[in-house]
């Protein structure tokens, strides 16, 4: 039998890098202790914040609310608010929803839901069957990403939310940092940081990730044992990124060596330090404001309004043109 | 006896027969899983892969990685 390292009771969780045993008790303990310590490290929150944590209903982001509600409570000037984009991904994001609204209700949090079709006129699945009729060069994950970071910002600010914290963890970090090393995208990684986003802009809400040092498979252990677990769903999109195969390969890495995914993950603030002062020469110009929708924006439109005029699903002005054809039962939208 | 193996919310289920007296990290490897990517109940209770595996143990496996 497996045994905790400090009491010797059964253990829950092996740390072969850390070569250590922890039972329930101890794992919950080592769990608090790593997130608050990466809080404080990088000085994610002060003592006065309206925190919006952003949750999909996945596990993660499940028990980053449950966390984060339970360590609000010794702090009086915290207040904790959930933020759910939908994006309409048929068979998949209905079920995550009630895992939120579950949870949600459970902890007693305010909540917001904001969806792609109220807010952009369309759910992802038209939006990815009108790129694909365009011949549009974008993947699903490219459209889900740019729009659920645009919507999360703004919903967030319209909450009165000081500072947003989203479930990422130390996984998700490193397989976005190999991704972001294969495109050579270099301006993607200087912002992998535990605290991310432009200050400079009135429109920007600053965003933290309290999970970035801890393993995918501890923040689903911490779901488990809270009894927060949803049912398992995958997304139908998942499975075309990239993302997907790093992800296998990188665990397969960490079972031959243990201590990988860490070593990764210093690789990566190492190389954030170093290209730090050199930002200027690897972010080009300044940050504006969109022309259409005044939102953040590195060019004269921001990604969104890029990808929405390229879609053909806003005008110039801003304004929704609805009702095209995306094939999808019969011959208009069936919403 | 007959050792299952079940990914929770799947269809994926395996009956073992003759792997008592192995850890679950082994037979988790024998059918071509990552450990890396389960938290592992034995009879409901949550275990760590170096458990050894007994006599009828069903196994629920609860995959870490996220949906999307």
Sequence with gaps: MARCSICGKRAVYISRALAKGYCKKHFLEYFDRKVRRTIRKYRMFSEKETIIVAVSGGKDSLALLHYLVKLSKRVPGWTIKALLVDEGIRGYRETTIKDFLRVAGELGVEYRIVRFRDELGYT????????????????????????????????????????????????????????????????????????????????????????????????????????LYPKFVECPYAQQSMRWYLR??????????????????????????????????????????????????????????????????????????????????GNQLSR | MTVIVRIIDTDKIWQLTGVSGKTIREILKSIGLIIEEYVISRNGEIVSEDEIVGEDDYITLYPVVSGG
């Excluded at chain 1, 200050?199 to 488990?224: D, M, N, Q």
């Excluded at chain 1, 201590?259 to 190492?270: A, E, V």
């Excluded at chain 1, 050199?278 to 590195?298: F, H, L, N």
Aim: hydrophobic share 35%; with cysteine.
């Design chain 1, 124 to 227: 992802l699945d038209e939006i990815i069957e009108i790129g694909r009729r365009k011949k549009l060069p974008y993947h699903p994950c490219s459209y889900c990403g740019v729009f659920r970071r645009y919507l999360l910002n703004k919903a967030a600010r319209e909450m009165g939310g000081t500072v947003i914290a989203t479930a990422h963890n130390l996984d998700d970090v490193i397989q976005t940092y190999l991704m972001n090393i294969v495109k050579n995208s270099w301006e993607k990684i200087v912002r992998l940081g535990p605290v991310s986003g432009v200050t400079g802009h009135p429109r920007f809400v600053r965003k933290v990730k309290p999970f970035y040092e801890i393993l995918e498979k501890e923040s689903a252990l911490y779901a488990v044992l809270n009894n």
């Design chain 1, 248 to 329: 296998k390969h990188i665990n397969k890495l960490e079972e031959m060596y243990p201590g990988t995914k860490y070593s990764m993950l210093r690789s990566l603030l190492r190389i954030i330090q170093l290209l730090e002062d050199k930002t200027d020469k690897i972010i080009e110009g300044e940050i504006r404001s969109c022309r259409i929708c005044g939102e953040p924006a590195s060019h004269d439109l921001c990604r969104a309004c890029t990808y929405r005029l390229e879609l053909g699903i806003m005008d110039e002005n801003g304004n929704i043109i609805r009702d095209i054809d995306t094939g999808a039962s």
